[in-house]
């Protein structure tokens, strides 16, 4: 069917034909998931895939809430070139000047403040009147604006649980006061598709100057309609969509950038609105950030599950191999999945292993790649064939160890029927080697009582879990822990040929990022919101 798109009124659709801007919040709503704390170069790493990815707007994170915050927006502005870097800041004057300072020198900087418009927030939280939150839009959105003209996002927060009346004049005056983009966000993850798509439709209505600037929609996911409420704005002409990989966010997450995008992708009869997104950089930017983050994917997960593409019952099986349209409504290769597999041999050399971890967007030199080198070669000798699924994994591994603080020297237990497992390892710190040891109830808990002994610090583990990175019994292990410490939860994750030493890197790296953010966060972990 070709033609102008109409509505179900029988209107031209608003925006038809203009690509949709992509914003990823990954680097920040994303990591307010609970447990997940990146470093500087896990974050660094990210942004530059993010661009592979082909998103346009990266959110690096709030610098205002921390040193540690602060410093990797400004490592991602100055390093990451070919997206808008962005930070976010409150409507408060330091929050936008040191926002500023960090992103400042970004090749296309953006200052992104936020207030709330709903009655609630406004009596409850923030604590002003509609009067106040309206002459607060202006003063700093306009401050905004004299540090970083052309690029100001301005955001109502808990817009859709707002007085409509209201959150129009608040935005009238952001856009009055030089915001170039506004975000209507679901912060609570309350509104239906069937309400948003109109409220949007309002807004486009009652303030006209929205159709001079971009207007961003940032869904959360608590009944699970974060993408329908995205597609439905999307429908009503939203130009901006704010969205993270895997759908990590703050509760239930934001919409799943890679549903999303696929979505527009494959219903583009219906919604006419083009894509940047590279697609087939979807699955291994993905994996990427589950490893990275220690956020695994449920199998069953839309786009990046590892059932997604996988048909098993014989009805299905039968029309796929008939003819794959019958049950295919995209391909396992649009995202980027299945593309050679085998890729390197015992054989193969430090310089293949550097291209081949090029071409799949690692960067890795000196002392880095020396390691990497080593531990492929370990690989390599107990397995045949050293696949692009094991390369990321390793090379995930010299990305996370880079800040940190503790690693393990090495280890030893001794485990079996009848017997109480002893452990001892040496965990290194600055040069020096901690020992530390135990006698207890399961091998891992008397690795992880070993290793509380060496550095001091006491986790609670909350959750330990083993998968294999590919099939075969030579198989690498990763595990995943999430470790509770004074209140606060921390994950870690490794990757190794045994499990025992992949769990004592795993449950080091949780303790690492205990650690980190302390530093990072001073006496006051908290986040602002
Ligand atoms: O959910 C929300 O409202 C936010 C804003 C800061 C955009 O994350
Ligand atoms: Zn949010």
Same mark, same amino acid.
């Given at each position: ?27 920040? @709503? ?6 997940? %704390?990146? *470093? ?15 998103? @346009? ?11 540690? +915050? ?70 700093? /959105? ?31 005056? $952001? ?6 983009? =506004? ?33 961003? /929609?940032?869904?959360? *996911? ?21 969205? %993270? ?10 919409? $799943? ?11 583009? +009869? ?5 894509? !940047? ?30 059932? #997604? ?8 099986? @039968? ?5 794959? %349209? ?14 050679? +597999? ?22 890795? %030199? ?12 370990? =690989? ?39 017997? =109480? ?9 600055? !040069? ?19 290793? +509380? ?20 019994? @030579? ?15 921390? $994950? !870690?994750?490794?990757? #190794? ?25 001073? #006496? *006051? ?5």
């Amino acid at each position: 069917m070709s033609g102008p798109q109409m509505t179900h009124k029988g209107k031209p659709r608003r925006n038809a034909g203009v690509p949709v801007v992509f914003f990823d919040t990954t680097l920040r @709503d994303g990591e307010q998931s609970p447990g997940i %704390s990146l *470093n500087v170069g896990e974050k660094l790493e990210i942004a530059h895939q993010l661009v592979r990815l082909g998103v @346009d707007v990266i959110e690096a994170g709030f610098p205002a809430t921390s040193p540690g +915050d602060f410093e990797a927006v400004q490592a991602i502005a100055r390093e990451v070139r070919g997206a808008t870097v962005c930070g976010l800041a409150r409507c408060v004057e330091t929050d936008i000047r040191t926002c500023w300072d960090a992103i400042k020198d970004a090749e296309k900087p953006r200052i992104h403040t936020f207030v709330s418009t709903s009655d609630i927030h406004l009596e409850h939280q923030i604590k002003k009147t509609r009067e106040e939150v309206l002459e607060l839009t202006q003063r700093m /959105v306009e401050l905004a604006v004299s540090l970083c003209p052309g690029d100001v996002q301005f955001s109502a927060m808990d817009a859709t649980r707002s007085d409509v009346d209201f959150l129009a004049a608040v935005l009238r005056r $952001a856009v009055q006061s030089g915001a170039t983009t =506004i975000n209507v966000p679901d912060t609570v993850g309350y509104t239906l598709p069937m309400e948003f798509g109109p409220l949007i439709e309002t807004l486009y209505e009652r303030v006209p100057e929205l159709a001079d600037v971009v207007l961003a /929609v940032h869904c959360h *996911n608590d009944l699970g309609l974060a993408v329908a409420n995205t597609l439905a704005a999307v429908s009503q002409g939203a130009t901006q969509v704010e969205v %993270s990989v895997n759908g990590l966010g703050e509760r239930a997450g934001n919409a $799943a950038l890679e549903e999303v995008a696929m979505a527009l992708r494959v219903r583009q +009869d219906l919604l006419d609105r083009p894509v !940047g997104i590279v697609t087939t950089e979807i699955s291994r930017t993905s994996r990427m950030v589950s490893n990275l983050t220690g956020y695994e994917v449920q199998p069953n997960k839309a786009i990046v599950g590892k059932n #997604a593409f996988a048909h098993e019952s014989g009805i299905h099986q @039968d029309g796929v191999l008939k003819e794959r %349209s019958t049950y295919e409504i995209m391909r396992a290769g649009d995202i980027g999945l299945g593309e050679s +597999d085998i890729v390197l041999g015992k054989h193969s050399g430090r310089h293949a292993l550097q291209s081949r971890l090029v071409e799949l967007g690692i960067h890795l %030199s000196g002392n880095e790649l020396d390691e990497a080198f080593r531990r492929f070669k370990e =690989i390599a000798d107990k397995k045949k064939q050293v696949t692009a699924l094991d390369l990321e994994a390793l090379a995930g591994e010299e990305i996370r160890e880079r800040e940190d603080i503790y690693r393990l020297n090495h280890f030893y237990v001794a485990a079996g029927t009848n017997m =109480i497992p002893t452990s001892q390892v040496g965990v290194r710190k600055e !040069g020096a080697e901690q020992p530390g040891k135990a006698f207890s109830g399961g091998s891992v808990e008397s690795i992880f009582r070993a290793i +509380d002994d060496a550095v001091g610090i006491s986790g609670k583990l909350m959750d330990y879990r083993v998968r294999s990175i590919t099939s075969g019994k @030579d198989s690498l292990g990763e595990v995943r822990v999430v470790v509770e410490v004074e209140g606060r939860t921390y $994950a !870690g994750q490794a990757v #190794a040929i045994d499990v025992m030493e992949a769990s004592a890197k795993a449950y080091i790296r949780a303790l690492n990022n205990v650690t980190q953010q302390k530093e990072a966060t001073g #006496a *006051n972990p908290e986040r602002v919101f």
